[in-house]
């Protein structure tokens, strides 16, 4: 495909708006359609992007006929749902992490795919950012092997909000949506298939009704382990910090930062050609659209992180 490729995109909220910022740095690419829960919201987002169609239905935009492909930026529980009418309707897609909030829908989710040929990926963005490619690069050159990954994912959201600090529509989870980076992220560096899952959660928020905290421990094939803990009741520091803990050496990665285990900085900005993330997650999506073959991060390549996810969601109940 050498025309220009375009795109509608679905949730004009805080994540929406990260990707719309990454695509204006993507030559051949051009969001034609933005989906919104509200109107005038999702207007005044598009106003500012330069966005010409804006709805609040996304079969309107499927119906669009020179549209080719679907970002989806959309509740957790409308994922599954809403990967396969994109599929469907004949669009290539990528859904925002996690793939699916159960295991059945994930899997009608790569089944479809398998049929149609389109190009489905899941946006597992850890797969993607600077720090976390710096580290793979080492394992894959053999310069570096993991024995076990210490993980803290901490929010404060004792009220339902999202990254913006605006009501959301929907309950947020730290297994489906959270727990699915660092499951993912730890089989794709350890290169080995997880073999063992374990979990234990803390009371149940009595108005959110789910749980506000809770602790993973994960082994791969090859011996590997990794420690999860997840809060959203933590008042700061907030977001995710990796401690990759090797044979030759310790790396902690925080974002698209890296540091060794004596804290000094180690320089990533020339292992890809962007230091953001979501960036380099969507350039993967349309490069393979263009070349026609599967990304990383497929829907396929993810999915054993949702049988994971099943396992310890049957453990937790």
């Given amino acids: 495909m050498s025309k220009t490729i375009k795109v509608a995109l679905a949730g004009a909220g805080a994540f929406g708006i990260k990707h719309l910022d990454g695509i204006k740095n993507i030559d051949g690419v051009e969001v034609i359609s933005l989906i919104g829960r509200e109107l005038d919201k999702t207007q005044e987002v598009a106003t500012r992007y330069g966005i010409g169609h804006v709805t609040t239905d996304l079969n309107e935009s499927l119906a669009i006929k020179e549209l080719d492909a679907v970002i989806l930026c959309t509740p957790t529980q409308m994922h599954a749902e809403q990967t396969l009418a994109c599929l469907k309707a004949g669009k290539h897609v990528q859904v925002e992490i996690p793939l699916?909030?159960?295991?059945?829908?994930?899997?009608?989710v790569v089944d479809l795919q398998k049929q149609t040929g389109l190009v489905a990926m899941c946006g597992h963005t850890r797969r993607f950012n600077p720090s976390h490619q710096y580290v793979h690069k080492k394992i894959a050159a053999g310069e570096f092997n993991i024995q076990q990954m210490d993980v803290q994912t901490y929010f404060f959201r004792r009220t339902n909000t999202n990254a913006l600090g605006q009501a959301r529509s929907w309950t947020d989870h730290l297994l489906w949506?959270?727990?699915?980076?660092?499951?993912?992220?730890?089989?794709?560096?350890?290169?080995?298939?997880?073999?063992?899952?374990?979990?234990?959660?803390?009371?149940?928020?009595?108005?959110?009704?789910?749980?506000?905290?809770?602790?993973?421990?994960?082994k791969a094939a090859n011996g590997a382990i990794c420690t999860l803990s997840l809060s959203f009741n933590n008042d700061g520091p907030l977001g995710t910090y990796f401690r990759y803990?090797?044979?030759?050496?310790?790396?902690?990665?925080?974002?698209?930062?890296?540091?060794?285990?004596?804290?000094?900085?180690?320089?990533?900005?020339?292992?890809?050609?962007?230091?953001?993330?979501?960036?380099?997650?969507?350039?993967?999506?349309?490069?393979a659209i263009r070349e026609g073959r599967e990304p990383n991060s497929s829907v396929g390549r993810v999915f054993a992180c949702y049988e994971v996810l099943h396992k310890l969601e049957q453990q937790l109940a």
């Fill in 177 to 218: 949506h959270h727990a699915a980076h660092t499951v993912d992220l730890f089989a794709y560096q350890a290169n080995s298939p997880i073999v063992q899952a374990n979990a234990v959660q803390g009371p149940i928020h009595p108005t959110l009704g789910i749980a506000m905290d809770m602790s993973i421990q994960l």
């Fill in 245 to 287: 803990i090797g044979d030759t050496a310790t790396y902690i990665a925080r974002y698209d930062d890296l540091f060794n285990g004596k804290e000094e900085k180690i320089d990533v900005s020339r292992v890809d050609v962007s230091m953001n993330g979501i960036e380099l997650q969507d350039r993967e999506f349309f490069a």
């Fill in 100 to 108: 699916a909030d159960s295991l059945a829908g994930a899997k009608a």
